[in-house]
């Protein structure tokens, strides 16, 4: 009786532990199941939280260097989104700048709001195509980004720039340069720089035959000081036509100099003219 009590006694522990490892299986696979709904369910919610679209038209643009260019942007509320938006930009080349108008938009729910992007290029912006990224400010509803070209080519825009004394300079004097721009496109050209340099000075025949020397070191050009942007319609303009005030034309002057500057009598200056600037 005793080893069949024993027996049983130790057959009902073995019965126990098998029991038991049993309800722990079963509790590990309800908890591993478990897991994997919750994140199957979170994945369907994340598919549909609340956000904004955009919509770039056109997605690529071609620029003459130094104009400026247009793109439209749609900002669109998605699953209920509302509030407000700001967009940016990136990947701008060199010498560029960009705005948006309006700076920041305020969505309401299934609404959608149209912003101007303008970006600016300059003289000095680099040729050749840009990825423009244009996405949404940092937040947890903004938008996915999106990627458009600007393609920036050598401006054909050509201006010339031509001026002249008019009379002898002398010792001592000084003669406003009114100098005369050829502005040959079909628009005004805004221009944003100007200056005048002797490139070199002709003796007469009777100073050259006697030696008599005449030099840069006998002259000072002080360059335009007006106003700039200067507008210069299509056409030939001087800068008393365009109203300018005579007093920030170019000037050249004639030093006094204790040297023998006989040599300069009768002389004729050679200029370099250049300017920059864009069409408006």
């Given amino acids: 009786m005793q080893n069949e009590s024993g027996y049983f006694r130790t057959a009902m522990r073995r019965t126990t532990t098998v029991a038991k490892v049993l309800l722990v299986g079963l509790v590990v696979m309800l908890v591993s199941a478990g897991t994997i709904f919750a994140a199957s369910q979170?994945?369907?919610?994340?598919?549909?939280?609340?956000?904004?679209?955009?919509?770039?038209?056109?997605?690529?643009?071609?620029?003459?260097?130094?104009?400026?260019?247009?793109?439209?942007?749609?900002?669109?509320?998605?699953?209920?989104?509302?509030?407000?938006?700001?967009?940016?930009?990136?990947?701008?080349?060199?010498s560029t700048?960009?705005?948006?108008?309006?700076?920041?938009?305020?969505?309401?729910?299934?609404?959608?709001?149209?912003?101007?992007?303008?970006?600016?290029?300059?003289?000095?912006t680099p040729d050749g195509k840009a990825d423009l990224t244009i996405a949404t400010a940092a937040g947890?509803?903004?938008?996915?980004?999106?990627?458009?070209?600007?393609?920036?080519?050598?401006?054909?825009?050509?201006?010339?720039?031509?001026?002249?004394?008019?009379?002898q300079l002398t010792p001592g004097s000084t003669l406003p340069l009114n100098l005369s721009i050829s502005n040959p496109n079909n628009k005004t050209l805004s221009l944003s720089s100007l200056s005048v340099a002797i490139t070199a000075i002709n003796r007469t025949p009777a100073a050259v035959a006697a030696g008599l020397p005449c030099t840069a070191a006998d002259y000072v050009v002080t360059n335009y000081s007006g106003p700039y942007p200067l507008s210069v319609p299509p056409g030939t303009q001087t800068l008393e036509l365009l109203v300018v005030d005579w007093q920030t034309w170019p000037r050249i002057s004639m030093l006094d100099t204790t040297l023998n500057q006989d040599g300069c009598k009768g002389a004729t200056l050679q200029f370099a003219y250049s300017g920059s600037g864009q069409g408006s």
């Fill in 140 to 167: 947890a509803s903004q938008a996915a980004a999106v990627v458009v070209q600007l393609h920036v080519q050598s401006s054909n825009k050509t201006f010339s720039i031509s001026g002249n004394l008019g009379t």
């Fill in 97 to 124: 700048t960009a705005a948006f108008a309006s700076a920041s938009v305020t969505l309401a729910s299934g609404k959608t709001a149209t912003v101007t992007l303008t970006v600016a290029t300059s003289a000095t």
């Fill in 42 to 94: 979170g994945g369907s919610q994340g598919n549909k939280s609340k956000g904004v679209t955009i919509q770039v038209n056109p997605s690529s643009r071609t620029v003459d260097r130094g104009d400026p260019v247009n793109y439209s942007v749609s900002l669109t509320s998605t699953n209920g989104f509302s509030g407000s938006v700001t967009p940016t930009v990136s990947g701008l080349p060199a």
